[in-house]
């Protein structure tokens, strides 16, 4: 397709439990970002990808999570041992480059649920 | 303090009428810029319009305006004639550099967002 993609759309899982959520940014598109939407704190900045390179890994909120991205394209943001604090709609975006005037789009989100 | 501001946690308006949905912003940064977005129930978010700090003109795309006051460090978004399908959540969003926000990227900071309902 055209725009972002990501996988799953909804993941549900127990608390404790290591879960990957999936980005695949437009083609062409070096500048990838994470954010996380919670009903409390609204959206949040997590991740920056530029290449393959993260050079700006500021919004990660714990050693907890992790991500990744090969080949300048996909990538994997991982939760390990996860919390309730954690249940939250993880968004990724994606733009041509990591400039002042460039939009980011966004994909339909991954819905995360902590029980 | 915050950066963006969106004061109106919720609004209605007439189907076929305009509205306006307020943002004001805080930046020390020169260059910065200004997005809007339009988040329906379904989750997806979709970029509607961006100004530049340097831009002299506001803005447009198709029904959507914005209303970039600099002086007042005031964007705000203006729908012309209303549909149904414009009822969602819009985020006002701001990308400083880095130099001045601190951060390592040009990441965007975003509001609280309003949320806009249609009334037929």
């Known amino acids: 397709g055209a725009g972002v993609s990501q996988s799953p759309s909804n993941k549900v899982t127990e608390k404790g439990k290591d879960v990957e959520l999936r980005c695949d940014p437009i083609?062409?598109?070096?500048?990838l970002y994470w954010y996380r939407q919670s009903l409390g704190q609204g959206l949040e900045f997590l991740i920056y990808f530029q290449g393959n390179s993260a050079p700006d890994k500021s919004g990660l909120p714990s050693d907890r999570f992790s991500a990744e991205r090969t080949g300048g394209s996909v990538s994997t943001l991982t939760i390990q041992r996860t919390q309730q604090e954690d249940s939250a709609v993880y968004l990724c975006?994606?733009?041509?480059?990591?400039?002042?005037?460039?939009?980011?789009?966004f994909g339909d989100g991954t819905r995360l649920s902590i029980l | 303090a915050q950066k963006i501001t969106q004061t109106q946690p919720g609004m209605f308006v007439q189907e076929k009428e305009a509205v306006t949905l307020d943002c004001t912003y805080d930046?020390?940064?020169?260059?910065?810029?200004l997005f809007w977005y339009k988040q329906p129930s379904s989750g997806e978010m979709i970029f509607l319009i961006y100004q530049g700090s340097y831009d002299q003109q506001n803005a447009t795309e198709g029904r959507y305006s914005l209303n970039f006051q600099k002086a007042r460090k005031s964007a705000n978004l203006v729908i012309s004639a209303s549909q149904l399908g414009d009822s969602a959540m819009y985020f006002c969003?701001?990308?400083?550099?880095?130099?001045?926000?601190?951060?390592?990227?040009?990441?965007?900071?975003f509001g609280k967002g309003t949320k806009l309902s249609v009334i037929p």
């Open positions: 083609s062409g598109h070096t500048a």
């Open positions: 930046t020390s940064d020169p260059s910065y810029g």
């Open positions: 975006a994606s733009s041509l480059k990591g400039g002042n005037n460039q939009p980011q789009h």
């Open positions: 969003a701001m990308r400083e550099s880095p130099a001045y926000s601190g951060a390592g990227s040009y990441q965007l900071t």
